[in-house]
């Protein structure tokens, strides 16, 4: 099965400051990578996702890179603010109806003042 | 508001005990997923039924089972329960598959074995 690992586990970043969060997948069928984001207590919220057919997409000041060949993907966060601190999730998997989603095991992004 | 979900919010309950977990899923969404999420853990995935139909099975335990009815809203069965099994429990669904169809989460069943 798939077998997605996330780094770093905890990151702290001063506020304006950018994040990175890297995630490696296993398997080569993966096709699918959305990352969550979910604060305390709260459930976990889409916050981007990209396709394999994608290289990069944006959206304000979060973007995703994915390459394929290396089976890696990462979160990128720009100017960083303070309420961008929650746990980060990244997932992967394979398009069809018996799919599921694979997470990794989270990174907590802190924004210190 | 995710349009998913789940009932009960908060569950206390004693070891050994069974306790029911029920999902509805977004309008028109035909599979529902199951996620358990221990204190300060990932989300470690139970299972996935798709329009009543079981289709993929994670790390589920065997006293825990699960079922998604006609009209599509999901129970997950967790039975002779142990003070591990006190986590969070999420229902997420989506239109199909993962197919390019966002998942969306419940806002989690809290279930704490005493």
């Known amino acids: 099965g798939e077998n997605v690992e996330q780094h770093p586990s905890t990151l702290s970043v001063q506020e304006g400051d950018s994040a990175v969060i890297k995630c490696t997948y296993s398997d080569s069928a993966s096709n699918y990578f959305p990352w969550y984001k979910q604060e305390l207590g709260k459930r976990p919220q889409l916050i981007i996702d990209?396709?394999?057919?994608?290289g990069e997409k944006k959206d304000q000041r979060i973007a995703v890179t994915l390459n394929k060949t290396a089976k890696h993907f990462s979160l990128h966060i720009t100017e960083t603010q303070p309420e961008d601190s929650a746990v980060y999730f990244c997932?992967?998997?394979?398009?069809?109806?018996?799919?599921?989603?694979?997470f990794g095991t989270g990174t907590r992004l802190q924004v210190m003042l | 508001d995710s349009g998913v979900t789940q009932t009960p919010k908060h569950l206390i309950t004693a070891t050994g005990q069974r306790v029911t977990l029920r999902c509805s899923p977004r309008s028109g969404d035909l599979s529902v997923y199951w996620y358990q999420q221990s204190l300060d853990q990932g989300l470690q995935f139970l299972i996935q039924y798709y329009n009543g139909e079981e289709r993929a099975k994670g790390n589920i335990l065997e006293r825990f089972s699960a079922q998604q009815f006609p009209d599509l809203h999901s129970e997950l069965n967790l039975s002779s329960l142990e003070l591990g099994d006190s986590a969070l429990y999420f229902c997420a669904s989506s239109a199909e598959g993962i197919s390019g169809n966002t998942i969306y989460f419940g806002e989690g069943s809290w279930l704490t074995v005493v």
């Open positions: 990209i396709r394999s057919n994608v």
């Open positions: 997932a992967a998997g394979a398009t069809g109806t018996a799919s599921k989603l694979t």
